[in-house]
């Protein structure tokens, strides 16, 4: 079974690269079944899906966020990280590392497996 | 990008109730809707995929239908355990975007 954990500083000041790691253990981060995604939650509000990492290398970012954010998996340390530059207050929130699976029946994928999220406060 | 519209945002229930989410996309998004419980202190979890499909491991209390623009979430006989927050997420198109969220609280 797959566990997700996400790590990194817990505070960050504004103007600073927001970095986190998703260490990913019980299985290998590159597959033809799933990719992986980062998703964040600032408090008192709902998800954000900030953008995901393929086993191609190819990414997709939430376009409010594409200017500042980079994904990238690390297969000899079985990690995907997340970098978010030029750090803001706006940033605060729990980040989630997910599994997005692809299921072929239904043409369609989900974020089937999560980490607990790391929560990072910029200030 | 899609909106996802989530009613109610909030709602009381005791265990026992059948409890009903809906979600309405501000486009049609065929049935590419999931749905996720989240509960403070735990990592999310994926209930129903692709708006009807039941996730492995998932109580078969939870069930999802819609297609288009109009998705339901209904949770059967609520047990203790069901107590959380819960949003739709449309895998349409990018950015995948998500609902506001339903929180389900007890009466």
Redesign the interface.
């Known amino acids: 079974q797959m566990q997700?954990q996400e790590s990194g500083p817990r505070l960050v000041k504004p103007s600073e690269t927001l970095s986190l790691i998703c260490s990913v253990s019980g299985g290998p981060i590159i597959s033809n079944s799933y990719s992986w995604?980062w998703i964040r939650q600032p408090p008192g509000?709902?998800?954000?899906?900030i953008g995901?990492v393929y086993q191609s290398g190819t990414t997709?970012?939430?376009?409010?966020l594409m200017s500042r954010v980079a994904i990238s998996a690390d297969t000899s340390r079985n990690q995907v990280s997340l970098k978010l530059t030029s750090a803001t207050a706006a940033d605060t929130a729990l980040y989630?590392c997910?599994r997005l699976a692809w299921?072929v029946r239904?043409m369609?994928?989900?974020?089937?497996?999560?980490?607990?999220?790391t929560k990072v406060i910029v200030s | 990008d899609i909106q996802m519209t989530q009613s109610p945002s909030s709602l009381s229930a005791l265990v026992g109730d059948r409890v009903t989410i809906t979600c309405r996309a501000s486009q049609s998004i065929d049935t590419y809707i999931n749905w996720y419980q989240l509960k403070p202190g735990t990592a999310p979890r994926l209930l129903i995929y692709a708006a009807s499909n039941l996730h492995s491991g998932v109580p078969s209390r939870f069930s999802g239908t819609g297609s288009g623009t109009d998705f339901t979430l209904i949770i059967n006989r609520l047990e203790p355990e069901d107590f959380a927050t819960y949003f739709c997420q449309q895998s349409y198109t990018i950015p995948r975007t998500f609902g506001q969220g339903t929180r389900v609280e007890v009466k």
């Open positions: 997700l995604a509000k709902g998800l954000e899906w995901s997709h970012f939430n376009p409010s989630y997910a299921i239904d369609a994928d989900a974020f089937d497996m999560w980490g607990l999220g």
